[in-house]
């Protein structure tokens, strides 16, 4: 009888504790006040979207007895973590001066080097250099061999100035990028028949390619569609990688009359070598779950709209409409 009710307890203590969303890898730092109780935690989780339901975190520390060991201080937690987890959080060591890094959705390897000089956290070249030796890391999915671009997942991370370790840093973007893409669309990307490598590549062009997220799997589509069928792909955004700046227009136009670019989507059929920048969690969807349409064509106007053809005549009629220079055809 007595094993009935514990197994009764902790039934509906899993019950209770169970997480706001599995799926939901958000970092979310979180101040624990100076004596506080776990139970009283409740509310100010609940705000912050970790927990779902305050009398329900409250109602697991009264069944589990958790929580006697929580720490004042900063921690960090995710909407994805069982109430168990939060209070074995809670109860480590708080974090020090933690500071957010934000890397952009899109950058290069290039610019997350700068960005990480500029911020005095690294010496120049230096996430460069670990970022193109994968061998050094890392995954549950298959890791390229010459570079990690691509792969290096953009998000806003809260770091310890003091503490940054570049090789840690790089680490901790590839589990990123397993927890919030790979693991939860395992299944779709088995599916997808697509290797993980080219699934990268298309979405760091969709992600270059589209500033809306809501037509992001309408681009993927029409990107598949035309290396499913050998046609070229004509995507500028592929001649963009290789220059310095990344907006340099006359550079821009020597690379797309290049046919010795690798990257030079308009005169090479196929994929580019590798991905040409750190797609977002949207495009990377989009990539694995491409919305079929009938359209082959697409360009977008000067207020960033999308518009898409089913013909070659129809674009031309499209890129007159919308004034789109010579070197705007998709």
Known sequence: MIW???????????????PADPDDHTEIVFEVPKGSRAGSLGPKLANLGVIEDADDFAMY???????DCIKAGKHTLKPSMDASTIIETLCQSPKGKDIPLTIIEGWRIREIDAYLTKEKLIKAGEYRDLATQPNLF??????????LEGYLYPETYMI??????????????????????????????????????????????????EPKDINMPKVAGVIWKRLDNDW????????????????????????????????NTRLKKGLPPTPIGSPSKTALEATVKPEETKFWFYLHDEQQN????????QHNQKKRKYRIGKYKRK
């Open 138 to 147: 890392k995954a549950d999915f298959p890791l390229p061999q010459n570079t």
């Open 306 to 313: 999308l518009h898409m053809s089913v013909n070659e005549k």
């Open 61 to 67: 520390i009264k069944l589990t007895k958790e929580g």
């Open 160 to 209: 310890n100035a003091g503490r940054f370790e570049t090789k840690a840093f790089i680490q901790r973007q590839l589990d990123e990028l397993g927890k919030v893409f790979y693991t939860p669309n395992a299944e779709a990307i088995e599916k997808s028949n697509r290797t993980f490598s080219d699934l990268i590549i298309v979405a760091s062009m969709v992600e270059r390619e």
């Open 232 to 263: 070229f792909l004509g995507i500028d955004a592929t001649s963009h990688y290789q220059l310095k700046d990344w907006n340099d227009t006359k550079g821009l136009n020597r690379q797309i009359a290049d046919p010795n670019d690798r990257y």
């Open 4 to 18: 009935a009710f514990l197994m009764g307890c902790d039934m509906m203590a899993n019950e209770y504790g169970a």
